[in-house]
């Protein structure tokens, strides 16, 4: 089993949509969590952390089950500009190492 | 004003040379990164440095030498360069809370190698 999982895709929708992606994660003992967004031949750059409480930014939203071991991010009333790769991110205890998901690729169409 | 920087950012080389990638941070932070993400996009962490000092070596090949001469500062140095070694190396930074890293980081803009 991978140490993070997370479903390639492509997801492709149309604008205005919600879509929703899912990571579990392998190691009960992990202390934080992220998701990253990376564009095309770029850097990742940070979409959010995520709390045990849940936690929303503007058409984001994230969630943490701890119990499964599984983290998701809901994005709403999708934009052209949200396609992209997005990354989940694990860090283990201790903090000094971070485990990134394979990524999951998002098309938005007009 | 750049917050973490790599240079090059395209490297082309031929197998068996030596190269080294550069990367500086002007965040102020304690950790720094070095990532690989190959042409599947899987980016994986090999090496973690704190403060100059190794805390992390993700089973990296020795031909792999990361040096911190300073703690905003963290270069790869990599020898006798295969063609398997191909992909983009991503520096990364991060902030220290009672000695360790915590939330998030800071990538580079990335170094593209290519290895003939």
């Known amino acids: 089993r991978k140490e993070v999982e997370q479903d390639p895709g492509p997801f492709n929708v149309p604008e205005g949509a919600t879509v929703a992606f899912n990571c579990t994660y392998s190691?009960?003992?992990?202390?934080?969590f992220f998701w990253y967004r990376q564009d095309c031949r770029k850097e990742p750059k940070l979409l959010m952390s995520v709390y045990s409480s849940g936690n929303e930014d503007g058409r984001f939203t994230a969630q943490l089950n701890r119990a499964s071991q599984y983290i998701s991010l809901l994005i709403r009333d999708s934009k052209l500009s949200d396609s992209a790769t997005y990354l989940c991110a694990v860090m283990e205890a201790g903090g000094f190492k971070t485990i990134f998901g394979a990524g999951t690729r998002l098309f938005v169409k007009a | 004003d750049t917050a973490v920087s790599q240079t090059p950012k395209y490297l082309v080389t031929q197998m068996g040379n030596d190269k080294s990638i550069k990367c500086e941070q002007n965040?102020?932070?304690?950790?720094m990164y070095w990532y690989k993400q190959d042409s599947k996009k899987f980016l994986k962490i090999m090496f973690s440095y704190n403060n100059k000092e190794l805390i992390i070596n993700e089973t990296v090949p020795n031909r792999f030498s990361p040096k911190s001469p300073d703690k905003a500062h963290l270069n790869l140095h990599i020898n006798s360069l295969e063609l398997g070694d191909s992909a983009v190396y991503f520096c990364?930074?991060?902030?220290?809370?009672?000695?360790?890293?915590?939330?998030?980081?800071?990538f580079g803009p990335g170094t593209r190698l290519t290895v003939l």
């Open positions: 965040l102020g932070h304690d950790t």
């Open positions: 990364a930074s991060s902030q220290d809370r009672g000695g360790a890293p915590y939330n998030e980081q800071f």
């Open positions: 190691n009960s003992a992990s202390q934080s």
